[in-house]
């Protein structure tokens, strides 16, 4: 049974978000045709949906994909960007061009970062081709899983430039090993997703794309059954713990869960655990 479309993201030309279970949103980067590259207004669209879905108080968890079968996305569409008119402005003045372009990058990031700020988790299923603005959006998610085939690379240095979308900021916070992330994005090689799980990269395997998206819908649906206001806290609170120390991390818990605590949730959860009923929460 096909999943339902969301009618309030019908408007968007790159992104399919569909329902594949209550309180579950898939999103899949819809430019199969360009094997889901990413060209200025496909970046501005995700990010718009991801701030869409960050208040959506009918979406407790998200699903990331791509359509198609031949790629998640194999990253920047490098003809779109040859013909970007701000990469390829001329002007006699270094200053005021790298002023146009440091706006553009942060507008890039920008939108890629909207995932990682969405107050909902998301999983991100990979598959196919994987490469360059993947890692950079993979950085983002909660959750990472794949297909067994799916190929990976950070190949910004085969076209000319350091990665400057998330990449080298959240891949070393999130695999345990500089050596690894130094090796992967210094040489630009593929790297298979056996070596993304034995890092740490992704968390789960799969046979192919069909079965990782099935597993991501399955751990979506279940968090979507959880306490949101525990849910959204959690990914919250891990968050500001990563780039904080654990004083600091441990104050905002503090401040956070005096608000939280006072919840409903808390006490419906504690009395369905006693009484080994399952609680249904109320919208956040």
Request: net charge neutral; charged share 20%.
């Amino acid at each position: 049974m096909a999943a339902a479309p969301l009618p309030s993201y019908s408007s968007y030309r790159y992104m399919l978000v569909t329902s594949p279970a209550p309180y579950v949103a898939h999103v899949q980067i819809n430019r199969p045709e360009k094997l889901n590259s990413f060209s200025q207004p496909v970046w501005l669209e995700f990010g718009r949906v991801f701030d869409q879905l960050s208040g959506d108080a009918e979406v407790r968890a998200v699903v990331l994909s791509g359509a198609g079968e031949r790629a998640f996305t194999t990253g920047l569409d490098v003809k779109a960007a040859s013909e970007d008119s701000i990469l390829s402005a001329k002007t006699a003045d270094p200053a005021r061009k790298a002023k146009l372009m440091r706006s553009h990058i942060e507008e890039f990031q920008g939108s890629v970062g909207a995932m990682e700020k969405c107050e909902k988790p998301v999983i991100c299923v990979l598959h196919g081709i994987s490469i360059g603005l993947a890692i950079d959006i993979a950085c983002c998610a909660d959750i990472r899983i794949c297909a067994s085939s799916t190929h990976f690379a950070v190949k910004e240095v085969d076209i000319g430039l350091a990665a400057d979308i998330g990449t080298l900021a959240r891949l070393p916070k999130i695999v345990g090993s500089t050596s690894w992330v130094k090796d992967v994005c210094l040489t630009a090689r593929d790297f298979s997703a056996q070596e993304a799980l034995s890092v740490g990269f992704v968390s789960q395997v799969h046979e192919d794309k069909a079965a990782a998206v099935a597993a991501g819908t399955a751990l979506a649906k279940a968090l979507a059954g959880k306490s949101p206001v525990a849910v959204q806290g959690t990914k919250e609170l891990l968050n500001y713990g990563r780039e904080h120390g654990t004083a600091d991390s441990l104050r905002y818990t503090t401040i956070w869960n005096s608000v939280a605590l006072q919840g409903l949730d808390f006490p419906t959860a504690l009395q369905s655990g006693l009484r080994k009923t399952r609680p249904t929460f109320e919208k956040l």
